[in-house]
Each structure stands twice: as C-alpha cells, then as structure tokens.
C-alpha cells in the first residue's frame, strides 16, 4: 500500500480536565505502511491524545478522520470497529486462564469457545508473528514474565488485522531477544500496509524504527520531522525547549567513609560478589538482562537471603534477612518495578512519601494527617514533584514524578546507602535530566549511591566506578576514567565467568 495514503488525521485536538488543558491543538498524522513516533516529556499530552484515539476520552475540540471521514468513537469498541487499536503499556491479563484465552478474550463468543481450536489457531498466529518461540498458547496468564505480558497484549491487537496500531511504551518490560521479534512484527505490519504509531522514551528505537517524529510540548503539538532530517539534539530541544548539553549533572564529590563492602556474597542468584562502595560515591552496576543486577540489589535490600559471605555496613557486619533489616541498617532501595514494587497507586502522595517513616509523623499509634502532609510538601518542593497536592492518586502522575515519589521516601529516612534499579526506566528525557541532578546532590550530601541501568550511556555518565556482572557474578571492574561502551560490552559478555 502505498505511504502517501492518510490513514488517520487528529486535528486541532483540544481536551480540558477541569480547568487543566491537557491538549491544545495537536495535529496528528499517520499514513499507511509508515511507522510515526510520538515523541515528548511525561505530561506532554501523548497519554491522553491515545486515549481519545482509543475512544476512552472525547475530544473536547478538532477532529478525528479515518479514510477522508469524520469519526467519533464513544468508547473503545467504536475505535476497533473503525480498525484502529491502541496497545497499553500496562496489560490486564487474567491470571487464571491461558495465553490463548487471553489473546482472543473479547472475542470468545464470536470465534466460537473450543479449546483446542483456540490454542490451534493461537499457536498459528503467534508462529505468524515469530512470537512462538518466547511465549506458549497454552501458558497459564498467572505464570507469565512481564516481557510476555507485553507481547499477549500486542498479540490482542494483531490478531484482528487492524489497520492502525498505536504502540504505547511497547520495549519498556521486553529483553533484547524479545524487542528484535516486536521490531520484526512491526516491519510485517508495515509491510502489510498498517498505518504504525510508536511512543518511546527510547531514541535508538525511534530513529531505528520510524520514518516520522511528530513532537508533543505542554499538551500542544511542535512539530514533525521527516527521521532522515533530523537527529538527537534537535529532538530533545523540541521536547523540552532547551539544550540539554549538561545533562548528566556529574560532579564527583568528597569521598568518605566505606559504606557498603560485600565480601564473597552469594545465594541462588548471585556468586561470590565483592564490592564496595564509598560516602559520596555513585556506583554504577552494568550488565546484560539476566546478568543478575536486580537480584544483586534485592540481595542487598534484605528481598533475597545471603547464603555465603557478608554484608558490611560502615564497617559493622549487618544479617539482613528481610528489608526491615536493611532499612534499620540505613538503606534505601527503589526497585526496577515501581509500579508492581514500589507504588500504592490508589494512595496519595502523602501516604507515599511517609510509607517508611510513619512513627516519624505519629503520636503513640496515631498518624498525624498535618505533619505527614508537611513532610510530603517538603519533598514535592525539594525534588520539583509535578503533583496538584499532596493527596493526588500517585497513580495519576506521569512516570518521572512516581519515581521522583519514590526518592521522597527513602530520601525521608536519610539513609546512608540509596539503591537505585533502573532509575529512569520509562521516563523522559527532562525527567532523567531531573533525576540525575537528584543523584549528583545526594552524593554531594555523603550518601553512598549504586545505580543499575541497562542504558550504557546513562551509566557512563554518572557513574565513578562501574562493575559489570555476568551469569550472576562480577565479571569486571573499570573506573570512570578507563570506562569505555566498548570495555563494558566485553565484560558484560564474558564467557569465561558465565560458564
């Protein structure tokens, strides 16, 4: 099919919460056979333009039109009914059913409910879509990773040959194996003539997948730009209205104290590790997926027992056995999954913030409502949370405030050692730029910082010193100044200490 042909215009898209304008004038184009990122900060507007495109929200202003005609869909089965399926970035799967039922659960009544011709087809679509080898049609939803919670809730979509697929976040939760196999998935889309939407945080896979960017700023529209006309700098500049020439905000301060020395730690994830870490030092922990980095964070954070070895906190042996013990020992830790780990997304930010420290706020074993909110309207001013107040749902902000909410609690406890597991996964640009500058003040405050990150460029730029694990060990050392991508590829695939 040819590109020239517009399978969906937005125009002039206005959409108000209230007195908030959550969009103003956005223009969207999407054209069959292409793929068209959507690019700009949390907050920017991408959410809630997706979930008028999905039929969730009405447009307060513009218009829709698909094939040359108007369209307006009252809720998401107009959308489908119109070709057009948009795939979230936090799937709803049914635990107790199987990957087959998932995939066709809207379905059932139509298709006609016979296991075995459910799983045959199943098996059929997902060879189709080279999606076979990571993910089995007869799979309870229960016993699903992440990655393949992801890849049922794209598969939702393609099953039913829409001609406009929006794509939301869809590598956040997905290895490297499995993010080759999406990419191929959507060259086939393409290919076949589907007109592709795609939101990232994630420049490589914009300028490796798209053909156009269009730019959204404030919940207004800045621009498009043909991928072959434009490049990094000048995204980030329409994304945020500035340079960000600094935007890793590292400065190597004093350092202290020993604050966390691990010697010969093991259990059934991680071997032999040693490490150290120093008051004011941002240690960098580097790796491929399954290397055994966010075990080796759990471990430290009292999730996952120590078998061999010790724990050394500021030169006392510690038994951390559960993360109340760590916690008593001055450690913080944000987990990779703040949303499934972390966040109680029903709570405000208040309750967020004071999680850790209530007998701080209490009086006998009462929680005093004032001095709660006192202490979040603290940390909402200090770390610049974009929040209306401090009873806002945390699961109503934006990706880069959740994990800056995060910060606030562990920040509470004044810790001595912060644990930081992909810090900015799934945030923007400004938001990474925000929470590195947090990092660099910390450091400079005396905390002891060890930052995971799958991002070499991100772990490169704050780090002092970087480990790099491999099969669940330390594969290598290098120092800022010896760290090079190239030196952390090699060590993170070393075949002598996988095997």
């Not at 099953?159 to 993010?179: A, N, Q």
């Not at 208040?350 to 007998?359: C, I, K, P, S, Y």
Request: proline share 4%.
């Amino acid at each position: 099919m040819s590109q020239d042909v517009v399978a969906l215009r937005a125009t002039g898209i206005t959409k108000n919460f209230g007195p908030v304008r959550a969009l103003r004038g956005v223009e969207l184009e999407l054209r069959a056979g292409e793929v068209t990122a959507l690019m700009g900060e949390n907050g920017a507007g991408k959410s809630t333009l997706l979930k008028i495109l999905n039929g969730d929200y009405r447009p307060d202003g513009g218009e829709l039109i698909i094939d040359g005609k108007p369209v307006t869909f009252g809720d998401p089965a107009d959308a489908r009914a119109a070709g057009l399926r948009v795939i979230a970035q936090e799937p709803e799967i049914i635990g107790a059913v199987s990957v087959a039922e998932n995939i066709f659960v809207g379905d059932l009544g139509r298709v006609g409910y016979n296991r075995r011709a459910l799983l045959r087809r199943t098996r059929e679509e997902l060879k189709r879509w080279g999606l076979h080898r990571v993910i089995r049609a007869d799979a309870l939803g229960s016993e699903l990773s992440p990655a393949q919670r992801q890849i049922v809730e794209i598969m939702r979509a393609v099953v039913s040959r829409p001609r406009i697929i929006c794509f939301d976040e869809p590598t956040s939760s997905l290895g490297d194996e499995e993010v080759s196999l999406l990419f191929a998935l959507i060259r086939q889309l393409q290919a076949e003539g589907t007109a592709i939407a795609y939101v990232s945080h994630r420049m490589a896979e914009i300028f490796q997948l798209a053909d156009r960017i269009t730019v959204l700023r404030d919940g207004g529209y800045v621009g498009t730009e043909l991928v072959g006309e434009t490049d990094h700098d000048r995204l980030v500049r329409m994304m945020v209205g500035r340079d960000l020439s600094q935007f890793f905000h590292r400065e190597p301060a004093p350092l202290g104290e020993t604050v966390l020395e691990l010697r010969a730690v093991g259990n059934q994830f991680v071997d032999s590790i040693d490490l150290t870490v120093r008051a004011g030092e941002v240690v960098g922990v580097a790796g491929l997926v399954g290397a055994g980095r966010s075990e080796l964070m759990k471990t430290i954070a009292g999730d996952y027992p120590v078998t061999t070895g010790e724990i050394v906190i500021s030169g006392k042996v510690r038994r951390i056995r559960q993360p109340s013990d760590s916690i008593r020992a001055g450690i913080g830790f944000a987990p990779e999954e703040r949303k499934a780990e972390a966040l109680l997304l029903q709570r405000s930010v208040r309750d967020n913030a004071a999680l850790v420290v209530l007998r701080s706020v209490s009086r006998w074993i009462f929680v005093r409502p004032r001095a709660e909110r006192a202490l979040a309207q603290d940390y909402i001013t200090r770390l610049r949370i974009r929040t209306p107040s401090t009873e806002q749902l945390v699961g109503n902000l934006s990706g880069g405030n959740q994990q800056k909410v995060v910060l606030a609690r562990w920040l509470a406890t004044k810790p001595r050692l912060l644990l930081l597991d992909e810090p900015t996964r799934g945030i923007d640009v400004g938001a990474k730029s925000e929470i590195y500058a947090i990092i660099d003040e910390l450091a400079h405050q005396g905390v002891a910082v060890v930052v995971v990150s799958s991002e070499l460029p991100e772990v490169l730029g704050i780090s002092d010193r970087i480990y790099v694990m491999a099969g669940g060990r330390i594969s290598g050392e290098v120092t800022r100044a010896e760290a090079t991508e190239e030196r952390i590829l090699a060590l993170a695939m070393d075949d002598e200490v996988v095997a």
